[in-house]
């Protein structure tokens, strides 16, 4: 371990023949300037030095420092006899740091006692990852949960409106003509569109499958929301030539001349045995 040399805070200034600078000067500047830097008689800095500070018969003086100094000193006549740069070596802030008799009061002179160590702040980090993750697992939890219920809960809709639809259907097939026990009938339904400008105003449906035996009725309704015009807001339907394989369907009012003013999508249902 290296030591460093005792600074005296007491000086004294002599030519090259020893002979000391009686009543000299030591003036005291901010390095590279002109500006006055102060020193003190104590290392409480309760006391000024003059400035410059004049040296006693011996050629001496008491300088205590703060940092780094321009000093220019001058014999008795006032002539300069050099002018340099020189430090204390410590600042004042530094002092009870360099002061401190253990490494130990100096990091609590310094106000870093209470800094975390780097085990503490690992310990720190591992803790917030640790919460984060936990954190991101619980979300991913409840957001897994909700989408297990969710899943659920639509199968749950989708196997009540087809066992509705079943019982539905099985009502349709229960139905028989005329309620007096003769044949059950069938239903049969679709869309249809007449085309703009049809001159007939109307189109031939085609049932999927023929009715085995009779077609009883067939019914139609607009599909068309957006009819507008000059003529009336909705067409009515007529139906024509029903028979056990399809019918002529009617759309009015229509121009015999030039046909529907739009093309015309309706739904229709037909009822047989």
């Not at 310094?110 to 954190?135: F, H, K, W, Y």
């Not at 069938?186 to 009779?214: D, R, W």
Request: hydrophobic content about 45%; overall charge negative.
């Amino acid at each position: 371990m290296s030591i460093d040399p005792i600074v005296l805070p007491i000086n004294q200034f002599s030519d090259a023949d020893g002979h000391p600078y009686a009543g000299g000067s030591i003036a005291t500047y901010v390095p590279g300037t002109s500006t006055p830097k102060t020193t003190w008689l104590d290392p409480d800095q309760t006391a000024a030095n003059t400035n410059p500070v004049i040296l006693d018969a011996a050629g001496r003086a008491t300088m205590y420092g703060d940092g780094e100094y321009r000093l220019i000193l001058r014999d008795a006549a006032g002539n300069e006899v050099w002018d340099i740069v020189a430090t204390t070596i410590i600042s004042a802030a530094m002092a009870p740091v360099v002061a401190a008799p253990t490494i130990a009061d100096a990091v609590v002179l310094l106000g870093l006692d209470d800094v975390v160590s780097g085990s503490d702040l690992s310990a720190a980090i591992t803790a917030e990852q640790n919460a984060r993750m936990a954190a991101d697992t619980a979300e991913t939890n409840a957001r897994t949960a909700a989408d297990n219920t969710l899943g659920a809960g639509l199968t749950s809709e989708a196997n009540t409106r087809l066992a509705q639809d079943n019982n539905l259907q099985a009502q349709i097939d229960a139905l028989s003509g005329g309620g007096g026990g003769g044949p059950v009938a069938s239903f049969k339904s679709g869309t249809a569109t007449i085309p703009l400008g049809t001159p007939s105003g109307q189109i031939y449906v085609t049932f999927p499958a023929a009715f085995p035996a009779t077609a009883t009725a067939m019914v139609c309704t607009c599909a068309d929301i957006a009819w507008t015009g000059a003529r009336p807001a909705y067409p009515t339907f007529i139906v024509l030539n029903l028979s056990t394989v399809g019918a002529n369907v009617y759309a009015a009012p229509f121009d015999a001349g030039t046909g529907l003013e739009l093309p015309v999508t309706f739904y229709w249902i037909a009822t047989g045995t």
